[in-house]
């Protein structure tokens, strides 16, 4: 009779396979333990890094004001929901969070979510059926196309920001389907470009489509009013009505969660149909005083967003003259291409060494041969530390 033990190890074995293709061809993924410090930097293995791996793109995550006002949640509510929003987990905070967001996206309604990516899982798998047909940016988050999926509906990508494309497959499939949706990302998380929104909003109206937003990188840092790329439609359209707006709390609003703005009957439906949604615990509390805390000092003050715009160009253009890859970038993400995954991971370590967090990216996050290290600016920064991770970086690269 075969050792029980010997049979639960070669059961195994198919695991450790699968592992080993993945370091073989260096993707493997790794965690570090880290602490954060007052002034943005981090502390890895008792040396402190500038960190250009973090998405508080305002710094709010250390301002006195929303650390005050999580603080007063905690005290008055708890750590915790509890429970869901539709058993017993929503409070008149998450009300508050909710109304606020709507009158500041100028929206007739907003739903809170858990998770920014829980948010577009339940967003486009409640409202799209699976008689309709979904048009998809080739490069939108994993958090898009996994709703997509999770529709059922018909699923078509455009290449990435081909308007003629994106038109082309719509006459191609033109009265095939119920209902034709297309879905961006406004401002793109890997190459930190911008979609062609008022572009996209044109040919929604022309088919008579429907348009799903991810401002998700964009929100709070961009627009006149820093609320996103929507700032850019003119008050008289009424788009509202064809352009569903997604967001998150957990990076400029230096929270957690994700939240919706759409017309009330959409926001509606949503509540009544996203099961991601209806099955899981609303978000904290203190998250919720914390995002509401962060909405205020973005309406009162646009000085860090400001801020972060002339420092991301500076450093764009810097790079730009040492002879270096940043892709399309528009933004405060700015990649450095390298493509071999294996030369990026090399970089990115040597900066370490030199004190400096900057991630590799690697695929399946970023195409075949395109591994670059993403570079995020925030309010943390200043042009002095740019200048010196300029130096640290140009040392490192003559190396390679």
Same mark, same amino acid.
């Given at each position: ?29 790794? /965690? ?7 002034? +943005? ?39 915790? #929901? +509890? ?18 967001? #709507?009158?500041?996206? +100028? ?13 577009? @899982?339940?967003? !486009?798998?409640?409202? &799209?059926?699976?008689? *309709? ?12 196309? *996994?709703?997509?999926? $999770?529709?059922?509906?018909?699923? /078509? ?6 308007? *003629?494309? %994106? ?12 209902? @034709? ?21 044109? !040919? ?48 400029? %609003? ?14 509606? %439906?949503?509540?009544?149909? #996203? ?19 962060? !909405? ?7 000085? /860090?967003? &400001?801020?972060?715009?002339? $420092? ?7 790079? %730009? ?5 940043? +892709?399309?970038?528009?933004?405060? !993400? ?67």
């Amino acid at each position: 009779m075969e050792n029980p033990e010997s049979q639960s190890v070669n059961h195994l074995d198919w695991i450790q396979h699968e592992l080993d293709l993945i370091s073989n061809a260096g993707l493997k993924r790794f /965690r570090r333990s880290l602490n954060f410090c007052p002034d +943005g930097s981090i502390i890895y293995r008792k040396k402190k890094l500038v960190n250009f791996a973090s998405s508080d793109y305002l710094a709010f995550s250390k301002h006195p004001y929303v650390i005050r006002s999580a603080y007063k949640a905690l005290n008055s509510f708890g750590a915790g #929901a +509890g429970a869901s929003p539709l058993v017993s987990g929503y409070t008149r905070l998450h009300r508050s969070l909710e109304r606020e967001i #709507a009158q500041w996206e +100028g929206f007739d309604d907003a739903l809170v979510f858990s998770s920014g990516f829980g948010a577009n @899982l339940g967003v !486009i798998s409640a409202l &799209v059926h699976p008689k *309709d047909l979904i048009l998809c940016d080739s490069l939108n988050h994993a958090s898009i196309i *996994d709703g997509c999926r $999770l529709s059922r509906a018909t699923l /078509r990508f455009y290449k990435h920001k081909d308007c *003629d494309h %994106l038109q082309n497959l719509l006459l191609r499939d033109r009265g095939k389907f119920r209902k @034709l949706w297309i879905l961006s990302d406004s401002l793109f998380s890997m190459d930190g470009d911008y979609a062609p929104i008022e572009t996209l909003y044109q !040919i929604t109206l022309k088919n008579d489509a429907m348009l799903i937003l991810d401002e998700a990188h964009a929100t709070g840092v961009t627009g006149e009013d820093s609320r996103g790329f929507t700032d850019t439609f003119p008050l008289d359209l009424d788009w509202k009505n064809r352009v569903i707006k997604l967001g998150t709390l957990s990076k400029a %609003l230096a929270s957690q969660g994700g939240f919706v703005c759409a017309d009330r009957k959409i926001i509606a %439906l949503i509540k009544n149909k #996203a099961r991601s949604y209806i099955f899981s615990t609303a978000l904290s509390p203190v998250c919720v005083a914390a995002a509401r805390a962060a !909405i205020k000092l973005i309406i009162k003050d646009n000085s /860090r967003r &400001v801020l972060v715009d002339s $420092l991301a160009a500076y450093l764009r253009s810097n790079l %730009l003259d040492m002879g270096l890859d940043i +892709g399309p970038s528009q933004s405060h !993400i700015i990649p450095i291409i390298f493509g071999n995954a294996e030369k990026t991971m090399r970089i990115s370590k040597a900066l370490l060494e030199q004190g400096y967090l900057v991630p590799p990216i690697r695929p399946p996050s970023v195409p075949e041969n395109s591994s670059r290290l993403r570079v995020s600016i925030t309010a943390f920064h200043s042009y002095d530390l740019i200048n010196g991770f300029l130096l640290k970086l140009k040392e490192v690269l003559s190396r390679f």
